[in-house]
Nanobody, 115 residues
Framework: QVQLVESGGGLVQPGGSLTLSCAASGFTFTNYAMRWYRQAPGKERDLVALINMAGSSSRYADSVKGRFTISRDNAKNTVYLQMNSLQPDDTAVYYC????????WGQGTQVTVSS
């Protein structure tokens, strides 16, 4: 059974940091590129960051470039999103996504940036 389980969300003050984790199981993790998306209330789901299968290449949305870092540990079947200098506009549900010829989604984790 394929599972992507996100964790690490929560409430943080502006300027703070969070690290999201996504634990994968039920498929060959190293065969899939991994992505983080986010969806704010009333808005579409947007791509935040992606990383290739080996973890050697990554790309970011302009809105998070320089603040967020995506990484993966293929030995632990886990992908991470380190988020620094968080702002209220970063408030959203963050989703983990595995993509190849098919794609899988996690259930999401809420990140709220507020004072």
């Amino acid at each position: 059974q394929v599972q992507l389980v996100e964790s690490g969300g929560g409430l943080v003050q502006p300027g703070g940091s969070l690290t999201l984790s996504c634990a994968a199981s039920g498929f060959t993790f190293t065969n899939y590129a991994m992505r983080w998306y986010r969806q704010a209330p009333g808005k579409e789901r947007d791509l935040v960051a992606l990383i290739n299968m080996a973890g050697s290449s990554s790309r970011y949305a302009d809105s998070v470039k320089g603040r967020f870092t995506i990484s993966r540990d293929n030995a632990k079947n886990t992908v991470y999103l380190q988020m620094n200098s968080l702002q209220p506009d970063d408030t959203a549900v963050y989703y983990c996504n595995a993509v190849r010829s098919v794609e899988y989604w996690g259930q999401g984790t809420q990140v709220t940036v507020s004072s």
